[in-house]
């Protein structure tokens, strides 16, 4: 069935250091992987993504890596700031199921100053 | 552009009322998608609209409908409300049905 695994649920770093939050997904039909950060009180915003194509993608401090064959794949956040601080959500979509994102649980984030 | 716009933010009902959630998306997206956030259960898909018709349905209720109108805009019902419904509804628009999702900020719907 369609399962996103998401670890750790909390990650408390300090600031400067380097965060990394990995999911495992169940489908193997799984092709686009989007990352999404929550702060209290809004909706998801979308940080990165990167499709079944692809195995690294990377937008300043913030990088995804792919592993199709362990069906894996990670958030890594260089030099992490206070700003940071929020839930983190990564997601997956079926190609055979396009517009349905299915979610891990979250982690949330904390950057010591 | 302006981004996914909900309304209303914040709902207050009591059990067994019905209610209906409205959703724009942004100008240009034709898909949108509903989730439901809740601390226990997380966040689930209920269904996508594109072109005005249900593509896709989550695994919820018969009570949890929606449509979408020919501007893209999207509206979710939910009839006869329980505790458990309480939660954030989250809508995403996309530029098509394989593109990115983009949130709104949600409507808390709380059930009394």
């Known amino acids: 069935g369609e399962n996103v695994e998401q670890h750790p649920s909390t990650l408390s770093v300090q600031e400067g250091d380097s965060a990394v939050i990995k999911c495992t997904y169940s489908?193997?039909?799984?092709?686009?992987f989007p990352w999404y950060k929550q702060e209290l009180g809004k909706g998801p915003q979308l940080i990165i993504d990167i499709r079944s194509n692809v195995g690294e993608k990377k937008d300043q401090r913030i990088a995804v890596t792919l592993n199709k064959t362990a069906k894996h794949f990670s958030l890594h956040i260089t030099e992490t700031q206070p700003e940071d601080s929020a839930v983190y959500f990564c997601a997956a979509i079926l190609s055979s199921n396009t517009g349905k994102l299915i979610f891990g649980q979250g982690t949330t984030l904390q950057v010591k100053p | 552009k302006a981004g996914v716009t909900q309304t209303p933010r914040y709902l207050i009902k009591t059990r067994g009322q019905q209610v209906t959630l409205s959703c724009s998306p942004i100008s240009g997206h034709r898909s949108v998608s509903w989730y439901q956030q809740t601390p226990g259960q997380g966040l689930q898909f209920l269904f996508e609209y594109f072109s005005e018709t249900q593509r896709n349905k989550g695994n919820f209720p018969g009570r949890f409908s929606g449509r979408q109108f020919s501007n893209s805009r999207s509206e979710m019902n939910v009839s006869t409300l329980e505790l458990g419904d309480s939660a954030l509804y989250l809508c995403?628009?996309?530029?098509?049905?394989?593109?990115?999702?983009?949130f709104g900020p949600g409507t808390r719907l709380l059930v009394l």
């Open positions: 489908d193997s039909a799984s092709n686009y």
């Open positions: 995403a628009s996309s530029f098509n049905r394989v593109e990115t999702q983009y």
